[in-house]
Structure formats: structure tokens, C-alpha cells
């Protein structure tokens, strides 16, 4: 092989190595940037997840004192005070030793 033809092949290749080292660059740069977004949007949504999870968690602690508050109505219920009241205000009955005194007209 003649000095000339060497030459021309070394162009050749330093040519297609730098094609090939501005191809990986351009791929490499597109995923940082393709990375870069989705990572962006991944941030927004663990925001939106994080201020969602406080919601619910104020959500769970009033659920839960609604349910302190029926568990102690529950009870109420079934003592002996409660039936009295509800006899008295909705059927008007009384205890055999009270007296009913009613206004004049």
C-alpha cells in the first residue's frame, strides 16, 4: 500500500470516529435531557401525592374521633338515663313517683 492510500483511509476513519463520537454525544445528551423532564414531572407528582396523604391522614384522625364520638353514643344508649329521656319527651310518660304539674290556662 502506497503512503497515499493511508492516509486517505486514517481520514476515513478519524471521520467515521468522530461521527460515531457525535452520535453517542447527541444520544447521551438527549437522555439527560429526556431524564431531566420526566424527573421534573416525577417531583410535581410527589408533591401532589405528599399534600394528597396529609388530606387523608387529616381525613383518617376526624374519622376516627367521629368514631370515639359514636362508640361513647353507643353506650349512652343502652343506659337506663336515655330510655328515661326518650320516654319522657317523645311517648310523655313518667316515673310513678313524679308529679306533673301542668300551667293554668
Known sequence: MSRR?????RRREKWGNRMAMFGLTLVVGSLAVVVGIRGGSLREKDAQYQIQEQQLEAQLEQEKQRGEALEEER????TKQY?????????GLVNPDEILLKPSE
Do not use: F, N
Open 5 to 9: 492510500s493511508r492516509s486517505k483511509r
Open 75 to 78: 353506650v349512652y344508649v343502652q
Open 83 to 91: 330510655i328515661e329521656k326518650v320516654a319522657k319527651e317523645k311517648l
